[in-house]
């Protein structure tokens, strides 16, 4: 069983950034894709970013050249590092892990075994 817990969010202003983090328990950490989810009111969860156990990133296009995914595998934890903050970047983020089955990250939210409880993330304009 793997638990997930996220931290980070908050309220910024539009341009501003926020660093969530994710810390995983267990000892597969370093054998899983981690994703970064979010939902919006009223809206499907979507992938916003995603590594792999080889490193290897996917980013949704809206978000690509403002955020950026990483992983320490000493400390069990993923980051999302966003920059340049819009209003519709404003969501809960969740964040996702499963045993990673190839070098590319995957990117359904339906292939992601364990979820955490979710950080809201708000910008304001």
């Known amino acids: 069983q793997v638990q997930l817990v996220e931290s980070g969010g908050g309220l910024v202003q539009t341009g501003g950034s926020l660093r969530l983090s994710c810390a995983a328990s267990?000892?597969?950490?370093?054998?899983?894709?981690m994703g970064w989810f979010r939902q919006a009111p009223g809206k499907e969860r979507e992938l916003v970013a995603a590594?792999?156990?080889?490193?290897?990133?996917y980013y949704r296009d809206s978000v690509k050249g403002r955020f950026t995914i990483s992983r320490d595998n000493a400390k069990n934890t993923v980051y999302l590092q966003m920059n340049s903050l819009k209003p519709e970047d404003t969501a809960v983020y969740y964040c996702?892990?499963?045993?990673?089955?190839?070098?590319?990250?995957?990117?359904?939210?339906?292939?992601?075994?364990?979820w955490g409880q979710g950080t809201q993330v708000t910008v304001s304009s």
């Open positions: 590594i792999s156990s080889g490193y290897s990133t």
């Open positions: 267990g000892r597969t950490f370093s054998r899983a894709d």
């Open positions: 996702a892990a499963t045993q990673s089955t190839a070098y590319n990250p995957q990117v359904r939210a339906t292939d992601y075994d364990y």
